[in-house]
């Protein structure tokens, strides 16, 4: 079994910054790519950053100089810090994880519960 555990969300004023983590634990042999999705509600699901393990990172454009994703490969961990955050980045954020239980299997996708990020004043 694989979980991913997030936190970090909460409610922001715009302008302010939130750091969102996800740690990945159990029957993990190796860990591909790790990224970040968003929900917002009455949208579609859409990604919001995302690297590789050797650190090739995507941003969507919409978050590009505001957000950062980074990932600790040693505790299976990867965070996204979001700076001078918006109201329309207001979302359920999602943790993704492209991994392997052992050496044999192949690669699957992983999701975590999803933390809500509210930027309001």
């Known amino acids: 079994q694989v979980q991913l555990v997030e936190s970090g969300g909460g409610l922001v004023q715009p302008g302010g910054s939130l750091r969102l983590s996800c740690a990945a634990s159990?029957?993990?042999?190796?860990?591909?790519?790790m990224g970040w999705y968003r929900q917002a509600p009455g949208k579609q699901l859409e990604l919001v950053a995302r690297?590789?393990?050797?650190?090739?990172?995507d941003y969507a454009d919409s978050v590009k100089g505001r957000f950062t994703i980074s990932r600790d490969n040693a505790k299976n961990a990867v965070y996204l810090q979001m700076n001078s955050l918006k109201p329309n980045d207001t979302a359920v954020y999602s943790c993704?994880?492209?991994?392997?239980?052992?050496?044999?299997?192949?690669?699957?996708?992983?999701w975590g519960q999803g933390t809500q990020v509210t930027v309001s004043s």
């Open positions: 690297i590789t393990r050797g650190g090739n990172i």
């Open positions: 159990g029957s993990i042999f190796s860990i591909n790519t």
């Open positions: 993704n994880a492209e991994l392997r239980s052992s050496p044999q299997s192949r690669r699957y996708d992983y």
